[in-house]
């Protein structure tokens, strides 16, 4: 599995930004997907994650009500939308997926992901 992460760019806060990570898998449906990220000396942290059908989503409390994540299973991507970006939100976003048998099951730890992509950086400048 290969994930290619990408959408990341420098904005004012306030702004926004919609990250997309390109999933090269057979069957993409079979796969939870999330998204999480890591400031400059500071550890990992899980954003968001989404079961395999896209049906449910599942926030980190900084996340909740100003990043959504979504998924496009015909085109193998999951994309996560940054709205109202602040300073602290800077942090290289890195996408990452699990096959589950499980259809409503969503991963919010590391530990649980199989597969990452590169990450792609956010810069958010007051």
């Known amino acids: 599995v290969q994930l290619q992460a990408s959408g990341g760019g420098t904005v004012q806060a306030g702004g926004s930004l919609r990250l997309s990570c390109a999933a090269s898998?057979?069957?993409?449906?079979?796969?939870?997907m999330g998204w999480f990220r890591q400031a400059p000396g500071k550890e990992r942290e899980f954003v968001a994650g989404?079961?395999?059908?896209?049906?449910?989503?599942y926030y980190a409390d900084f996340a909740k009500g100003r990043f959504t994540i979504s998924r496009d299973n015909g085109k193998n991507t999951v994309a996560l939308h940054l709205n109202g970006l602040k300073p602290e939100d800077t942090a290289v976003y890195l996408c990452?997926?699990?096959?589950?048998?499980?259809?409503?099951?969503?991963?919010?730890?590391?530990?649980?992901?199989?597969?990452w992509g590169q990450g792609t950086l956010v810069t958010v400048s007051s």
């Open positions: 990452a997926a699990r096959s589950t048998a499980y259809v409503r099951r969503i991963y919010h730890r590391e530990t649980e992901y199989d597969y």
């Open positions: 898998v057979r069957t993409f449906n079979d796969y939870v």
């Open positions: 989404i079961n395999r059908s896209g049906g449910s989503s």
